[in-house]
């Protein structure tokens, strides 16, 4: 019998070990192909809720597609290569208006601290007993307009205790988590109290009266969509504050929990029915909820804001002992 040659062995030991490479490497295509379904299930969101959810996560379907790329290094396969480039095209996408930088204020629009206005968004979590960090955070800052989110009756005494930084304020507590108010250090007027669903969840429609102009205000916050009834409600929520922002004749700031990132159908639907962009683009994807966990963590409070406007900062705030992060937008409104 003939001994095999030392290249044979050679031959068989590297097909041998392209074989594992292989099975091994199989795991992979499974991951790419679940990422890649993930990333343009949101597209099809109008077809199920479900899908929609799917935009939510934008951030995390981009590192799991960049990571998996990198993995490709090592088992080199081809058709997870395609469906993981293929997701990172789909999410960079959505994403890259964030990351892009936008044109940088003129000295003319910082200089003029007449017309900035200075908003703050925040949900305090009506379970959140300790109004101190919140209260605190807001005398710190001294915001021009803050829209307080889950206001029961223990938050809307320790709201009232802010009289002297907000004189003009509408308050309206819930024992549920859709209690809302409006604080404001100038004047108030044309006040409304809107059920934009039929939920009647109350959102605060308001006419502020700036010495440099007045603006419209909106306060708001939606159901979260946690199944196709509560989607259809908040689609329909934000599609009535659309409609209200579209037919203002003066210059609409619109803040609250939107129950919405900038990537989903009810978003989407808002910015483009109303003419209002989103304050966060080009300062990156700034995620408020959950404040206590570092992920999933994705950006569903927001500030909007007139096209003309100039964003001269918008960031997240510090953590108020809420599970959401506030918002902060200061900017300069068109005359």
């Known amino acids: ?109 910082v200089d003029r601290d007449d017309r900035r206005v200075f908003v703050i968004s925040m949900n305090v979590h009506r379970v959140n007993d300790d109004a101190t960090a919140a209260v605190a955070y807001l005398r710190d800052r001294r915001p021009d307009v803050v829209a307080v989110l889950e206001v029961d009756a223990d938050w809307a005494a320790a709201l009232d205790s802010l009289a002297e930084e907000f004189p003009h304020r509408v308050i309206r507590p819930r024992p549920d988590n859709f209690g809302i108010a409006l604080l404001s250090r100038w004047p108030l007027d044309d006040v409304e109290l809107v059920a934009f669903s039929e939920t009647g969840f109350p959102s605060i429609v308001a006419t502020v009266r700036r010495p440099a102009g007045d603006f419209r205000f909106i306060a708001t916050h939606p159901y979260p969509p946690f199944n196709a009834r509560c989607t259809d409600q908040l689609v ?40 209002l962009v989103d304050s966060a683009l080009g300062r990156g994807v700034q995620a408020t909820y959950h404040a206590h966990l570092p992920a999933p963590r994705i950006p569903i409070d927001h500030v909007l804001v007139p096209p003309e406007a100039t964003v001269l900062r918008r960031e997240v705030g510090p953590d108020i002992g809420s599970d959401h992060l506030p918002v902060e937008a200061e900017i300069t409104l068109p005359k």
């Open 236 to 275: 329909t929520h934000l599609d009535g504050v659309a409609e209200v922002a579209a037919a203002s004749s003066l210059p609409c700031l619109v803040a609250g929990d939107f129950n919405a990132t900038p990537w989903s159908r009810p978003f989407r639907r808002l910015v483009a029915t109303s003419g």
């Open 1 to 109: 019998m003939l001994a095999a040659s030392p290249a044979a062995d050679m031959v068989a030991t590297n097909a041998e070990a392209e074989a594992r490479r292989s099975s091994s490497g199989r795991w992979l295509d499974a991951i790419a192909v679940g990422v890649l379904a993930g990333s343009l299930a949101g597209w099809a969101g109008s077809w199920h809720w479900l899908l929609d959810l799917t935009t939510h996560f934008r951030w995390y379907w981009l590192v799991l597609s960049l990571g998996g790329l990198i993995a490709c290094l090592r088992w080199r396969r081809p058709a997870a290569v395609a469906c993981l480039a293929l997701a990172a095209l789909a999410n960079t996408r959505d994403l890259l208006p964030y990351w892009l930088p936008r044109a940088a204020p003129t000295p003319a629009m």
